[in-house]
């Protein structure tokens, strides 16, 4: 256990929750873990991919040894051809918050975050048809396609970098006929507000991440992640939501034949660094109020 994670421990209620939001790769899991096994608890998932049952090295879901250290909720129990929402997360979280372990609720999904602590707003479900349209003008056209049909309001408020929230806000408007920046003026309550919580940023530079970065998918092909990959080849399906897992694309290509590992290792550090600069970017925007730690501070002689 590193100095700070100690300082940190000192400076926690055991009988708050506690929120630990950061970049993949940023040590968060390390420091989830230590807490738990202090002061006891249940470290709940909050990225969006390490629900789904069909990853588990390429995510960097906890592993057997991790399981066995402390108690963990919602992660890898989703059928890898189900849908899965900031929405489904929240209902399954809502229940966690009520003990009878003290939640200590970990990820990189800002959303995930930001739904729970200054609540969702209450869309209807996108129809199947008008997903379907959805992902066929993104594949043909790019998301840069659907700005045009998104409210001002709405499409000044979006990363318009990130490819699915830009598609989520035009499906909202297709659907709905009233615009995502709307709905969100409608939010109900929160379940956990901020002040509830103990609220934990981890902070990363960006040479030391993207380091770190390159050398985990290091691991995880030593550990398996090709063959989770080859597990996955024959229902392959990017437009499923299980399929957006970083790396994923990139093995799947050279299981095809169509580039060679090297260049796949390449190419997926390279979209997990970009992967974990947006979110940074969503961190300094969204939770600048939050107590920020330092990523490499945190992992001390393992950095």
């Keep these: 256990m590193t100095p700070l994670i100690e300082t940190l421990i ?60 402390a108690r963990h909720a919602l992660y890898g129990h989703v059928a890898w051809d189900a849908a899965y929402s900031v929405g489904h997360w929240l209902r399954e979280v809502a229940p966690l918050l009520q003990g009878p372990l003290r939640p200590i609720i970990i990820g990189g999904t800002g959303l995930y975050f930001a739904a729970l602590t200054e609540g969702l707003a209450e869309i209807p479900a996108t129809p199947k048809a008008i997903r379907a349209e959805a992902d066929r003008l993104r594949l043909d056209a790019g998301h840069e396609a659907f700005f045009p049909e998104i409210d001002a309001e709405t499409l000044s408020r979006l990363d318009r970098a990130n490819p699915m929230r830009v598609q989520r806000a035009w499906e909202v408007q297709r659907a709905t006929g009233r615009g995502l920046a709307a709905w969100q003026a409608a939010t109900p309550p929160p379940l956990l507000p901020r002040a509830g919580a103990h609220a934990l940023r981890v902070d990363a530079a960006r040479d030391w991440l993207n380091a770190r970065i390159a050398r985990r998918f290091d691991a995880m092909l030593e550990r398996g992640a090709l063959a989770e990959a080859e597990d996955n080849l024959p229902r392959w399906d990017p437009a499923l939501p299980s399929f957006k897992a970083i790396g994923a694309p990139e093995l799947i290509r050279h299981l095809r034949g169509e580039i060679p590992l090297d260049e796949a290792r390449e190419r997926a550090t390279i979209a997990t660094c970009r992967f974990a600069k947006r979110q940074r970017t969503w961190l300094r925007a969204r939770m600048s109020t939050w107590h920020g730690v330092d990523a490499q501070s945190l992992a001390g002689a393992r950095s």
């Design 10 to 69: 000192e400076m926690l209620s055991p009988e708050r929750p506690v929120l630990i939001a950061g970049p993949t790769a940023s040590g968060k899991s390390a420091l989830a873990l230590a807490i738990a096994e202090a002061q006891g608890g249940v470290i709940v998932n909050a990225d969006a991919i390490q629900v789904f049952a069909n990853w588990q090295v390429l995510t960097a879901r906890p592993d057997a040894a991790e399981l066995a250290r």
